[in-house]
């Protein structure tokens, strides 16, 4: 049996690959215990030649390696050469291997000279991280999966856990038949209501109204705050919250106060309904707020605790695969940050400043200021906000280089030249999990065709462009660099140190057990800011002042994702079992909508944002509130043109964070 990690949700469970493919989980991981979901479950049915691409192509022309890494490299030179390193960009994927990530991170920042790498992970946790940074001085979760084991009270915030994390649902679930209380706030009645003992459906956007009206409330009975700056003001913007703001009734609230103020070891979890607005990193700080005041953080069964969507998400954020972020959580706005990371690896030219964020990278390939664009492991003509735009603007740029192990993706289609990757069962290297836990993916199976692992391919190209230090033969040797780094960074007091394994031999890479960072001779593992310790200069935490921005319109479509597809499935959309669970994109609307409009179950209905069109599947159902339809993010271009629902989204971003606000689209219905 083979030991490796699922590539989907960030819960990052463990699985055991049998000879024969089959998949079952890994008794022996942290995360699962041995359980899995339906999505990883079946992962046997996802892997083989079915859709893949085999070989590079110029121009729809078969390729060998060597004739599209040299005109890669050729034309991200002349970019470079006769427009400057802003006019070249990368667009990766939390779904990349920390390795892939680490070289794409290198190559660009240190090599190439520009921070224009942005990641899908800005559409999923960059609120996130901003949160973390303002509250902490960094980006750290302070937690550990079994504090949801060890709480007396779980708040899931715009998390349908039991569908996006499902196996850390099921240890939920085992935590409240022991006893431990649950609450789900959100606007929809999703399954993980099933286990709620309290479902409060606030209003769409009005989460930090919320977290707000518990803090003036805690004030009240009387703070415990961990050393910190700001609170008088984040109390006084807590104070001025009128509770209507919320949409919920004052029984709502006051049972959110029974069982906050009964129970000291809370969690309180959020995700993407959290992130995904144009105000996500004040509600992650009106949520982190609430923690800091109150005390709880830092111990057992106590903390705020960010959920990552996707497998890789963290390892992305810890190799600095961010816009905005240097290697290893370092600083990309600290001179002194950038000399050491410079020095480390003898790079030629250290970007000096934060790059362009996913929405402003693609409106700048849109203006034509990016004339050579590298994409990597995702799908953006499908998943951004104004996806039409999006794609429109990736056909218009003069050099687009997608690397895929899919043969027929939305953007694939618009490469000049398409490189062929290795798919998981393939691919060999690390995945850091929400809980900062990091683990092996390893090979089960020869590549595909002429697949080739990203970090190869971009080290390839980097060669060929001159650049000295990507002479990496195999992963654990970036595994091993990328440690070293840590070490440097450790010494300039990042908390992401993984020291204990720089100078790991490839025996020991391949013998490698999930473990937590940091990992490092001073500390290993557990949990952070437990002694009241936090990142900023003053060791002190930041509370800060958070104004409600609740979101207004007479339709406001949310979306997400469905139990049994991931992203725009091009992997699962493969197992006739998973699509089963939904066959078609649908549109979930409340019946006092639907009779308004004059929308039958069942029928079609039109569905018209700032961005563009889509036609769904009527479902009518008072699972969602009034006003707030609900349309899953997975159909593209390829299964139904009509489908494609992030391209009903406006651009518009969390002015801190960068985040699109893809849960609150002001839409258009009517009848088809
Ligand atoms: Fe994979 Fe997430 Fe399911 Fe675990 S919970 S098996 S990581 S999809």
Not at 253 to 280: C, H, P, R
Not at 405 to 427: F, I, N, Q, S, Y
Request: glycine content about 10%; hydrophobic content about 40%; overall charge neutral.
């Amino acid at each position: 049996m083979i030991r490796s990690t699922c590539p989907y949700c960030g819960t990052g469970c463990g699985v055991l690959v049998g000879p024969d493919g089959a998949v079952k989980g890994d008794p022996d991981h942290p995360a699962n215990r041995g359980r899995l979901c339906s999505k990883g479950s079946a992962l046997g049915e996802t892997v083989g030649p079915r859709g893949r691409l085999l070989q590079p192509e110029i121009g729809g022309q078969a390729a060998s390696w060597d004739q599209a890494l040299d005109l890669v490299a050729d034309k991200f030179s002349m970019a470079i050469r006769d427009h400057g390193p802003e006019s070249v960009a990368l667009y990766v994927s939390g779904q990349l291997l920390t390795e892939d990530y680490y070289v794409a991170n290198k190559l660009m920042k240190g090599f190439i000279g520009s921070a224009n790498i942005d990641t899908n992970s800005r559409l999923c946790m960059a609120s996130a991280v901003a949160g973390h940074r303002r509250a902490f001085g960094t980006d750290t979760v302070p937690g550990l999966y079994e504090d949801f084991e060890l709480a007396d009270l779980v708040l899931l915030v715009g998390s349908n856990l039991a569908w996006c994390h499902p196996v850390l649902f099921q240890r939920l679930t085992e935590a409240r038949a022991r006893g431990t209380k649950v609450v789900v706030i959100d606007p929809r009645r999703t399954s993980t209501c099933e286990i709620a003992d309290l479902h409060l459906p606030i209003a769409a956007g009005a989460d930090a109204a919320l977290f707000n009206l518990l803090l003036a409330e805690a004030a009240r009975r009387g703070l415990k705050p961990v050393p910190c700056e700001g609170l008088e003001a984040a109390l006084h913007a807590a104070e001025a919250t009128d509770p209507a703001a919320s949409g919920l009734s004052v029984q709502e609230i006051q049972a959110l106060y029974d069982l906050w103020f009964a129970s000291e070891k809370t969690v309180t979890a959020w995700s993407m309904g959290i992130n995904q607005s144009d105000s996500g990193t004040d509600k992650v700080n009106a949520i982190l707020n609430l923690h800091l005041a109150t005390g709880r953080i830092g111990k057992p069964g106590m903390g705020p605790f960010s959920l990552t969507g996707q497998p890789n998400a963290m390892g992305g954020r810890e190799v600095g695969g961010l816009a905005n972020m240097l290697a290893c959580h370092l600083n990309i706005e600290d001179p002194a940050h950038r000399a050491a990371v410079q020095d480390f690896w003898a790079a030629p030219r250290m970007a000096e400043k934060p790059g362009l964020k996913a929405v402003d990278m693609f409106r700048a390939v849109e203006a034509g200021k990016i004339k050579a664009l590298w994409i990597i492991c995702t799908n953006p003509a499908v998943s951004m906000p104004e996806a039409d735009r999006v794609a429109r603007a990736i056909a218009g740029c003069e050099f687009v280089v997608v690397s895929d192990m899919m043969a027929e993706t939305d953007t694939l289609r618009l490469a000049h030249v398409k490189l062929p990757a290795t798919g998981w069962g393939e691919k060999d290297g690390t995945v850091t999990n929400s809980e900062r836990r990091i683990s092996r993916q390893r090979p089960f199976r020869a590549p595909m065709g002429q697949a080739r692992a990203d970090w190869w391919q971009l080290a390839q190209a980097a060669r060929r462009m001159g650049f000295a230090g990507f002479d990496w033969t195999h992963p654990a040797q970036i595994f091993a660099e990328h440690a070293a780094l840590s070490g440097v960074a450790g010494s300039l007091g990042s908390d992401f140190d993984i020291s204990d394994h720089a100078g790991i031999s490839i025996a020991d890479y391949d013998a490698l057990t999930p473990f937590l960072w940091p990992a490092n001779a001073r500390q290993r593992g557990g949990r952070f800011f437990s002694t009241g310790q936090f990142h900023h200069a003053d060791g002190k935490a930041r509370l800060i002042a958070v104004t409600p921005r609740p979101v207004a319109a007479p339709l406001i479509l949310n979306t997400g994702r469905v139990r049994d597809h991931w992203h725009t499935a091009s992997r699962t959309g493969l197992s006739p079992r998973l699509s089963a669970h939904m066959a078609e994109p649908y549109l979930e609307i409340h019946p006092d909508d639907a009779r308004r409009i004059g929308l039958a179950a069942d029928g079609l209905a039109e569905v018209t944002g700032q961005g563009g069109r889509a036609l769904l599947r009527v479902t009518v159902s008072d699972r969602v509130p009034p006003g707030h339809p609900f349309a899953p993010i997975h159909w593209t271009g390829e299964t139904s043109a009509a489908g494609r629902v992030s391209a009903l989204a406006d651009g518009r971003t969390d002015r801190i964070s960068g985040q699109p606000a893809l849960k609150a689209a002001a839409v258009a219905v009517r009848p088809f």
